[in-house]
């Protein structure tokens, strides 16, 4: 149980572009996701989190305008990086809260490369 | 906002012995403590967790312990494996009236030397 999903795996695009990711919960409903992003041999930081059926709330330094992040679902939440510049370039991570113990379960990840 | 201090950022042992890494945090409100343990290019699997109510806790050959007062908690392997070669990463949360994100410590690197 307890099974996140992400996709794209992988996005190389170029820049200018605007790149979709989705985040589901497989198994259980989440009312709340969160997205994170990680540069090489680095830590995870969390850029927003994202609430079913109202708006995400964001990280300071994080861009909302650029960083468009969508909850429709109790199961799909989907980031937009929006006009990708190669600064942009990184692996985005999404979780799902598990409402038992609040519990964070992490998708695969994707991988972005901005040309 | 949360800070969350991990150390060593790189941590060397012979296969067999015990490895500790230590993170401290700094909101006194966060009271979830998870570990990760990521290998290259992988998701963050949780490996274990520990809530501010409970000092320790134990999972075969991996325990944390918790000290609330001096706000830090510790990862404990022990017998390492080469298996458990990975980044590992502690993080702290406040959980409850609308849950916030993890807040990651930096990451300790495990060797684990045959």
């Known amino acids: 149980g307890a099974v996140v999903s992400q996709h794209p795996s992988r996005v190389i695009c170029k820049s200018g572009t605007s790149v979709k990711i989705e985040c589901r919960s497989l198994?259980?409903?989440?009312?709340?996701m969160f997205w994170y992003r990680q540069f090489p041999k680095q830590s995870l930081m969390l850029m927003a989190t994202?609430?079913?059926?109202?708006?995400?709330?964001?990280e300071q330094g994080v861009e909302k305008d650029k960083f468009l992040i969508n909850h429709a679902s109790l199961t799909l939440s989907t980031l937009t990086v929006t006009s990708a510049h190669p600064e942009d370039s990184s692996f985005y991570i999404c979780?799902?809260?598990?409402?038992?113990?609040?519990?964070?379960?992490f998708g695969a990840g994707t991988r972005l490369s901005v040309l | 906002g949360e800070n969350v201090e991990q150390h060593p950022s790189t941590l060397s042992v012979q296969e067999g012995d015990s490895a500790v890494i230590k993170c401290t945090y700094s909101d006194s409100a966060s009271n979830y403590f998870p570990w990760y343990k990521q290998e290259l290019g992988k998701r963050p699997q949780l490996i274990i967790d520990i809530r501010s109510n409970v000092g320790e806790k134990k999972d075969q050959r991996i325990a944390v312990t918790l000290n609330k007062t001096a706000k830090h908690f510790s990862l404990h392997i022990t017998e390492t494996q080469p298996e458990d070669s990975a980044v590992y990463f502690c993080a702290a949360m406040r959980t409850g009236g609308g849950a916030d994100g993890l807040t990651f410590g930096k990451g300790t690197h495990l060797i684990i030397q045959p």
């Open positions: 198994d259980f409903q989440a009312t709340t």
């Open positions: 994202s609430n079913e059926g109202s708006k995400a709330t964001y």
């Open positions: 979780s799902a809260g598990h409402r038992v113990g609040n519990i964070q379960y």
